[in-house]
């Protein structure tokens, strides 16, 4: 029996993972979830699995008092997690909320030598000079699609033999959109991903490609692969959801039906693998996989973002910032699909380069670009 | 350096292998060589490679004298392979002929616990009861572009975590040929494979998809797992050479450009990767990758051969033999196309069935299909 301690219980991820426990009772044992906002979901989780710790936001934690049984501690999730997942001390930790917030438990899981999993690629990107070092990574699996796959491809390899982790990207839904229409896309375009149903914030990214260039930062962090030896390539139908190139020319894909049940039943499992409950790929039902080169010129988000990546230091927290305010002004209409990649590059160009710091320093800097983006929104609204 | 015999150096697959020596000086080292018939080749593979053996049957041994360097001991081998491997002691003997004469050769060296490459299909499928037992597995590396897809899928995975194994089919040139038209295909239409540059005899087995049929049980033996979980599906590009479904519903799928070369190559560097001379696959080139289910109508040859094989017995020898004579006789346009999975049919079916026995029996057994396919031919032909 493996015990699981989900942060992020409540969001689309947290859904998911939730059905993969549920369907593994005999394996997996929920011990801990954590909710932001969202009371009414923790609350219907607690009266589901009971587990023996739950986390919120300090004003929800009369009500789900109130609403839980005696045997689930509720606690604040902005205060006491790392002091929490210490009390608690589980097999494994899910980090499926986005964010920074969850960089601090992870760098005490991490350095307490715990296994973690984590779909948070803000937290990866923030704090990936000072977090994910090489030391660390024995103890991490990854939960976003595309970095699953390639850990599953690396499994019985060596890194030596890696030429290129080639990291697949759907175009999201303006692939064929053209250029000239782009300034005219709206929150409800931008909204209608053609594969994965996910978060608000991660399907914009995926329609600005700035996703992809995240991914590629993130998996720079998590296999300790350069910058150089990671590409995009543009796979519309999302089924493979990355691969490995190897240097002798054999190249290794991962697969999967669209649905994230599959990278968190794998973080949960490994290193076994469980019998799925939700079936399997029908390759000649799917009947084709198409591949296109990145189009730099239409998505400028890709570019801009590893350009300061390769930078690193403050500009990863920076970026993180920036990207935030940029998709969130633009869900509120507050600036065009066009401005994304504008404002981010503004906000991070707008600080000068520094060294990436501590903890406190790279939260520090992320709030400086949450303020130098809101500023320079505020510039073009005006 | 790794001590490098082939065993069939003279065929399209010994080209290949040699051009893999050649680009990899510094860690492999010929030390051997042998051919059947074409003592042209393998004086011209002697003056090149000067390697310390040269096998040919006995009626060249002299001309390979005359022509070779007397640093080359030339043997006869029909008859002395076991022996002079015994002396050569090489550290990987790589089986690239067809036919079951290897046989023998094979066995000695599994008991020996020494380390082989098998891209020989009809020795696995004769001899698979008798020589690739589960305890001998570990030494032998596959080579057909298949196997090796699911060998290298399989790295760092258990075999409890197979689902299912399925081997991609290019189809191969008649796919999308009408049926009526079938029994007026001729030679030249079936050696034009639209992916592979191949011998004849599997250029055809290709063409029937009696090949795919003999990969199948290949995997059957070489990973020890059973029918039933292996499965075939039509890949028109040919450029996903196999892959392995896990119980969780994720999927590893082995890639690279359709030559031979990467096989061998990776036969010979592992459990290490070489970096590769002739390029890397580019999937944005590629464009897309194809499947389609089986055909079972069209290609008869599949389900008889399968149907046989999961017999067992003396079901395999006989089924190499049939196979062997059918595609010899309708190259030799003695029979129509339409014929090779009658011949097939009749000629396993004309035996009683026995277990396989010892490799002496297994021989046995082969040489009666041999004598029965013909017998049947001939009963076409009248």
Request: glycine share 6%.
């Amino acid at each position: 029996m493996k015990n699981i301690f989900l942060i992020g219980a409540t969001g689309s991820l947290g859904r998911e993972a939730l059905k993969v426990i549920e369907d593994n009772k005999d394996k997996f044992l929920l011990i801990g979830a954590t909710g932001y906002n969202n009371y009414k979901e923790l609350i219907s989780i607690c009266r589901k699995f009971n587990p023996p710790y739950a986390g919120i936001r300090r004003e929800f934690i009369p009500i789900m008092k109130d609403n839980c049984s005696g045997d689930t501690a509720v606690f604040d999730v902005d205060k006491r997690l790392s002091e929490i997942l210490e009390e608690a001390d589980p097999d494994l930790t899910l980090f499926l909320s986005s964010g920074i917030n969850a960089a601090k438990a992870v760098k005490y899981l991490l350095n307490k030598d715990k296994r973690i999993g984590i779909a948070n690629k803000e937290t990866v990107i923030a704090g990936g000079e000072l977090i994910f070092k090489k030391e660390n990574l024995k103890n991490i699996i990854p939960i976003d699609s595309e970095p699953s796959a390639i850990f599953q491809c690396l499994l019985g390899e060596n890194k030596e033999s890696v030429n290129r982790l080639i990291i697949t990207a759907s175009g999201g839904p303006f692939w064929e959109k053209r250029e000239a229409e782009f300034p005219f896309i709206t929150p409800e375009d931008a909204l209608k991903h053609p594969n994965w149903k996910m978060g608000k914030k991660i399907t914009i990214d995926s329609a600005t490609m700035a996703n992809k260039a995240f991914e590629i930062i993130e998996s720079h962090f998590l296999f300790d692969i350069p910058y150089e030896k990671i590409e995009a390539v543009v796979h519309r139908e999302s089924i493979i959801h990355s691969l490995v190139e190897f240097t002798d020319g054999n190249v290794k894909a991962l697969m999967s039906k669209t649905r994230m049940y599959y990278p968190l039943q794998f973080a949960m499992s490994y290193p076994e693998r469980v019998k799925t409950h939700i079936g399997y790929l029908n390759l000649a039902d799917t009947g084709k996989l198409t591949f296109y080169p990145m189009d730099r010129k239409k998505f400028p988000a890709f570019d801009i973002i590893l350009h300061f990546a390769k930078e690193g230091g403050n500009r990863l927290p920076l970026l993180v910032a920036a990207d935030e305010i940029a998709v969130e002004s633009f869900l509120e209409r507050k600036i065009k699909f066009t401005d994304i990649p504008y404002v981010i590059e503004k906000t991070v160009s707008s600080v000068p380069f520094s060294e990436g710091g501590s903890l406190e320093d790279i939260e520090e800097t992320y709030k400086l670009g949450i303020i130098k983006a809101e500023n320079i929104i505020r510039r073009i609204i005006l």
